[in-house]
């Protein structure tokens, strides 16, 4: 059965953590990841979350499945996080909301509904995107092809390039946005550039699909969610794909959702019950803990605080990161200005270090990271930051 079958590739950043975890030097340090480290390196366990679970656990609660679509106070609390508390498009029924498994179950039911609906679209993500994106939808079936994004000149994005490149695309075609603290650039659209990407969608009648597992890692719950708000405001139907992975650190639980945006409620019933189609043949349906974890910290007053109290500590840690990295790789006497680090947002930074430096870093200095010049900041910590400054200015 097995004998033609080739040895796949091995993934870039998952075969990077298995070279750092087989790398003996103790002054090591791995930026290639996507996850946050406290202070100490530990991914941390949130109290409110440790509350929650901790109530849960004494109600002993039984393990009935779930419906297709999820718990509906875990779908209701991500609604309110997207759309805002008092969203009029919840309120008039035009969006449904289905927990999954993670941004990527979110993704990948996505983009199998999206496949159903329209075969034949075209799929663009962002040059560069998260890895994924493609894989995803091309597993899925779609041709998927880049929109530019990312200068490298000016280490921010190349608006004037994406917009033509949108006014370009054939109507329906699919475009994978993602909505804050863009990986792998750290490069954001601000929010008026947003606006004009809302108006070239409507313009040539694209399929927005907002990507946001960053949510609360930029500048905060509400801010971070601009690119939902205007699409929103817009009137225009699309999806959105979200995560706790990162803001709840909850990674391993799979704890996402998939939100599409419809024209009215009637619409939104019939776009549930095919989606509802996509799920079961997917999965059946969603695992409990992480949802109900979740939903509990969103709808108690008092943990959900604590959670936004916990989520603002992950994100001024990273831009204390930020600034910390800028002015050391300074006081190293580097003169190339890096204060574009500062201006990137969420966990990544694009340095423009080339991959013969990262590779010297791995090599000479047992410091890893993407090879696309590519550093998670949330993996440095007051004990690795000198180290790691010192490091990038001798390879420089
Ligand atoms: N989208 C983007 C842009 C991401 O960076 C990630 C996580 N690295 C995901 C989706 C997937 O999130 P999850 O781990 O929840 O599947």
Known sequence: IFAAVELAPRDPILGLNEAFNADT?????NLGVGVYYDDNGKIPLLAAVKAAEQARLQQQPPRGYQPIEGLGAYNTAVQNLLFGAGSELTAAGRVITAEALGGTGALKIGADFLKRLNAESKVYISDPSWENHRALFESAGFTVENYPYYDAGTRGVNFAAMKAALLSYAPGSVIVLHACCHNPTGADLSDAQWAEVVEACRERGLVPFLDMAYQGFADGIEPDA??????????????????FSKSFSLYGERVGALSIVTANKDESTRVLSQLKRVIRTNYSNPPIHGGAVVAAVLSSPELRQQWEDELAGMRDRIRA???????AIKA???TQDFSFVIA???????TGLTAAQVETLKNDFGIYAVSTGRICLAALNSKNIGYVAASIAKVL
């Not at 601009?226 to 995560?243: D, H, I, T, Y």
């Not at 947002?345 to 694009?350: A, I, L, P, Q, T």
Request: positive net charge; aromatic residues 12%; hydrophobic residues 40%.
């Open 25 to 29: 030097r103790e002054t090591k340090v």
């Open 226 to 243: 601009v690119a939902v708000r205007l699409f929103s405001a817009s009137g225009l139907q699309f999806f959105v794909s979200s995560s």
């Open 321 to 327: 990161m930020r600034t910390g990295l800028v002015e």
């Open 332 to 334: 190293e006497g580097v």
């Open 344 to 350: 990137q947002r969420g966990m990544f930074s694009y």
